[in-house]
Structures are given as C-alpha cells and as structure tokens.
C-alpha cells in the first residue's frame, strides 16, 4: 500500500525526505511543495523531523469509528477532518454510552493514522 506526505516547508530536493521506502515524488497543484510517495508508513519522527503532513484518505471524513471499549460497552466518535491555523487536523467527536456528545480530542494526522493502523481506533462505516 502506498502512503502519500506532503512536503510542508521546503521544495522537494536531496535530504528533504527520508529515503527508506521512498517510491517517487510528485507534482500536486493542491500542496505547495508536492507529495512524496513511500510503499510503507513512516515513522512518526520521521514525519516531525522533515516536517511532513500525512496525505488522508477523504472518505475517513464523517467516519465512525470505536475510540474506546471498556470491556462492555464500545464508545463512538465522529472523524471530522478540518484545517486549524494552516494545518489539517482531525477532530473526535467522542459520544457517550447513550450515543450523546461528550468530548473533543484533536488528533495530528500521523497520531490518528498510527491509532488506526495499530488497532487502537476501529472503523465502524
């Protein structure tokens, strides 16, 4: 599977990227720098240390998903995906037991795509 960055404080060129797993580089109208295409998930140190932005799938976009199960019960949020102060962000909207708002979490992308990837977070659709 492929996992698409974009390149968010300087032009693409040599050492601004990581190099493990690295597929091509692409022009996109849509970032300012373009995209870099790995065949597998960087790391999040990685991700901070070239400052990357993770490239979400749109449809994650009004999502369900299961944040949390306390042995009984699963616990459900709604995925928004929004853009606060100039970076893209996810925002939990976590529902109690009853399914009624409770809480907002606000997720970076990688914290959000590494919960997903590890299990931690379930997608309900």
Same mark, same amino acid.
């Given at each position: ?8 404080l ?7 990227y990581p ?8 022009e996109k ?8 295409v790995?065949?597998?998930? =960087?790391? /999040?140190?990685q $991700? ?6 993770p490239? @979400? ?6 999502? &369900?998903?299961?944040y949390y199960?306390?042995?009984?019960n ?11 102060l ?5 925002? =939990?909207? /976590?529902?109690d $037991? ?5 809480d907002?979490? @606000? ?6 795509? &590494? ?10 659709k």
């Amino acid at each position: 599977m492929e996992h698409k960055y974009a390149l968010m404080l300087r032009p693409f060129g040599i050492g601004t990227y990581p190099a493990s797993g690295f597929l091509r580089f692409e022009e996109k109208k849509e970032t300012k720098f373009g995209v870099v295409v790995y065949n597998g998930q =960087l790391e /999040k140190a990685q $991700i901070d240390h070239f400052d990357l932005m993770p490239i @979400i799938d749109p449809s994650y976009h009004n999502t &369900e998903i299961v944040y949390y199960n306390d042995g009984e019960n699963d616990y459900y949020a709604t995925v928004m995906i929004v853009n606060i102060l100039w970076k893209v962000v996810i925002e =939990l909207h /976590k529902k109690d $037991i009853n399914g009624l708002f409770d809480d907002l979490e @606000i997720l970076s992308i990688a914290d959000f795509m &590494e919960k997903l990837e590890s299990g931690e977070y379930l997608i309900v659709k």
